[in-house]
């Protein structure tokens, strides 16, 4: 249960409601996660030292070392992103027979600001939903009674049913998280598909018959979610410059989901709009009410369960199902946020630990999990190099040519880059010439490392203090602030 004072208490890996604890020794494999990220920390820790102890191009040693891994990463994402849009570029076969039937699930705690516009743009699809659930997670606002004002919803017991609109229901519950939430209202569902959306979440008007069409169209497609575009609500220059630098996340982020969607090792899946086989959440049991990061920790459990019965797990971006979703516009909202997101990430690695390095889970465990282990710390390399560099400075330090030429590299190589991953998206996408959004990506490339991405870092390291406090601090509301 959610502790009063709006905290979560970290549950030990592997601990989840019905889940059997491991017993018996544990396995060499499952030591490979506690060397990898023991080693990078010791590498961390040995070239922040440099910067105190040597001389010439090896005190900047904390910054050579983030430019080289950065650099072969973003190389990396950006080829195989590349090569997976060239995929997509064929054709789509027209779905015959019956599209399935989904049930669009939306938990909410203190949502009346947002909600009604939610469920206006479910309301305005294409092809409706067949069930549509909200759960009033123990909302002390009057959730309620904005949906029995709008929806004639009639209340009896937990459950609600709108008199004017026959698919909308709600379930009323004492407030007890998200996962729970969801878990309680699929006990309900009698949809094939179901879709995990935000309550500040919009479809836009295609997004259901998309998602009904991909899951006909591919019977081994498990789970999946929609392309996001992010809105930083306010007209204040804090909240424009949100604005700029998420859109760019957001855009670098699905090409990324691409790569790993065509490597079968797509692990991310965004809740605010995400869809899954109800068979397969049924089989997994649901969403683990322990994790702050439930989305994301039930990937790793599917994928698991896929490769220990001998096939990979199916799961895809649906660029053709896009929303738009609320994303912090102010940096105390933005550090909320993060901490969360950062601190769900750690502990999840922990939990599923066993998996990295294990040739049991195929491409998975044997790079993608070793990439997001070191991963875990990148950041506070990044915050490392820039820290070393400011004190360089300050003190009056004159940097080595060859630091001076590695910042211009790595400078260029981001813009080159960048400028890639704008014109890919709007090739996917089918939006604007890549040359509109252009400007806003250099202006973006330019001021990202001074700024944005400093606050990421700082981001992770606040998860990695809640981590090892053992306490994640859980906002409702993380986009406003």
């Not at 569902?189 to 935000?198: A, G, I, P």
């Not at 550090?335 to 998996?355: C, D, S, Y």
């Not at 973006?444 to 981001?459: I, K, N, S, Y």
Request: with cysteine.
């Amino acid at each position: 249960m959610t502790p009063p004072d709006g905290t979560v208490e970290l549950s030990e890996p592997g601990a989840m409601v019905g889940a059997r604890r491991p017993s018996g020794p544990v396995s060499v494999r499952g030591l490979v996660f506690p060397l990898l990220l023991g080693s990078t920390a010791a590498l961390l820790l040995g070239v922040i030292a440099a910067a105190f102890l040597a001389t010439g191009p090896w005190a900047w040693a904390v910054g050579l070392v983030y430019i080289a891994y950065d650099t072969w990463l973003l190389s990396s994402m950006v080829r195989a992103s590349r090569l997976a849009l060239g995929e997509l570029m064929a054709p789509r076969p027209v779905p015959e027979g019956p599209l399935p039937t989904v049930a669009v699930l939306i938990a909410a705690r203190d949502e009346r600001e947002v909600l009604p516009a939610t469920l206006e743009h479910v309301r305005a699809q294409r092809e409706l939903a067949d069930e549509v659930w909200i759960i009033d997670d123990g909302s002390t606002d009057d959730t309620l009674e904005v949906l029995r004002e709008r929806y004639a919803v009639t209340m009896r017991g937990a459950i609600g049913q709108s008199a004017t609109l026959p698919w909308l229901k709600v379930l009323s519950k004492p407030n007890s998280g998200k996962a729970r939430s969801l878990n309680q209202a699929l006990e309900h569902v009698k949809s094939e598909l179901v879709v995990t959306l935000d309550a500040d979440t919009l479809l836009e008007p295609d997004a259901i018959v998309e998602v009904k069409r991909a899951f006909k169209l591919r019977p081994e497609l498990a789970a999946g979610c929609g392309v996001l575009r992010p809105i930083c609500r306010g007209e204040a220059p804090v909240a424009r410059a949100f604005q700029l630098y998420q859109t760019f996340e957001y855009l670098r982020g699905f090409l990324w989901r691409l790569a790993w969607m065509r490597d079968d090792t797509l692990v991310l899946v965004s809740g605010a709009f995400a869809m899954f086989r109800r068979s397969v959440l049924d089989e997994a049991g649901g969403f683990d009410p322990h994790s702050r990061v439930e989305d994301y920790e039930l990937l790793f459990r599917l994928h698991k369960r896929a490769l220990e019965g001998g096939h990979a797990l199916k799961v895809a971006v649906l660029g053709e199902a896009r929303a738009s979703t609320d994303a912090p516009a102010s940096l105390p909202a933005f550090f909320k946020q993060r901490t969360r997101w950062f601190a769900g990430f750690i502990e999840t690695m922990f939990r599923h630990r066993a998996m990295v390095g294990n040739r049991r889970y195929g491409r998975l465990g044997t790079y993608h999990l070793i990439v997001k282990t070191i991963d875990t710390l990148l950041p506070l390399y990044g915050l490392g190099a820039f820290a070393s560099l400011v004190v360089f400075l300050a003190t009056g330090k004159r940097l080595d040519p060859i630091i001076l030429t590695a910042l211009v590299f790595k400078f260029g190589f981001d813009l080159a880059c960048h400028g890639l991953c704008v014109f890919f998206y709007s090739r996917w996408q089918k939006g604007d010439a890549p040359w509109r959004s252009l400007g806003k990506s250099l202006l973006a490339t330019f001021t990202e490392p001074f700024a944005f991405q400093l606050f990421r870092q700082v981001g992770a390291l606040l998860g990695w203090i809640a981590f090892l406090r053992g306490r994640i601090e859980w906002a409702r509301r993380t986009a406003h602030g």
